[in-house]
């Protein structure tokens, strides 16, 4: 089975932190996302990476960073945290094109 | 971004009772996914529809892609309180490496 592992399930930290959040695969895949999940909103693309050193912008990018130096490891960097990125962060990952994703447990965050 | 509208948002049914769930585009996806998400959990993949018109069974679930691949269907048979849970249907526009676009999902409730 797919083990897509996120570095923690629940994380409190306090505005204006640079906050680093790990996703880390087991399968080898070529392909890595990072969304956020809001009430009302449903899931919303931050960053992907097709590639190790890759990254392309989602539909929400603003406010995050990513780093992706090995192929199994992608992280999502928030440079100076806000309230407003209070939320629910999802890691998923996949094979390559066209091939479904498969996510971690997800990191609830709040920005105090 | 493509758009998928999914409804109802909200369903709580008795134990026993049929429900489908819809999920609506007015583009065309190369694929479409359903998950599944419970609590705390990140979603999990039920299942991949790839050719327009295809009908894919699991147990009682039963998933339709809809002939124009805009569309696309969950029905559930004789429901039963586990399938409690949040279901998501997520659109693969295909062709590179983009995150999917999901729909705000719905929350399904089976009353014992």
């Known amino acids: 089975d797919v083990k897509v592992t996120q570095s923690s399930r629940y994380l409190v930290k306090r505005t204006g932190e640079k906050v680093f959040l790990e996703c880390v695969q087991d399968m080898d895949h070529e392909n890595m996302f990072w969304y956020r999940q809001d009430p009302g909103l449903g899931l919303r693309l931050i960053y992907f990476s097709y590639d190790v050193k890759m990254k392309e912008k989602g539909d929400i990018p603003e406010g995050y960073s990513v780093s992706r130096e090995k192929k199994e490891r992608f992280s999502l960097i928030l440079e100076s945290a806000s309230t407003n990125q209070t939320s629910m962060y999802l890691c998923?990952?996949?094979?390559?094109?066209?091939?479904?994703?498969?996510f971690g447990d997800g990191t609830r965050l709040s920005i105090l | 971004t493509q758009l998928l509208e999914q409804s109802p948002q909200f369903l709580s049914i008795q134990e026993g009772e049929n429900l489908t769930v819809y999920c609506n585009s007015s583009s065309v996806f190369s694929s479409l996914q359903w998950y599944r998400q419970e609590p705390g959990e990140g979603p999990v993949l039920l299942v991949t529809?790839?050719?327009?018109?295809e009908v894919k069974k699991l147990k009682r679930l039963t998933f339709q892609f809809g002939d124009a691949r805009k569309d696309s269907s969950l029905h559930i048979t004789a429901a039963q309180p586990g399938d409690t849970g949040l279901y998501l249907c997520?659109?693969?526009?295909?062709?590179?490496?983009?995150?999917?676009?999901f729909g705000k999902g719905t929350h399904l409730i089976i009353q014992p």
């Open positions: 998923a990952s996949r094979t390559g094109f066209w091939q479904p994703q498969h």
């Open positions: 997520a659109g693969d526009e295909g062709g590179g490496a983009d995150g999917l676009t």
């Open positions: 529809v790839v050719t327009g018109g």
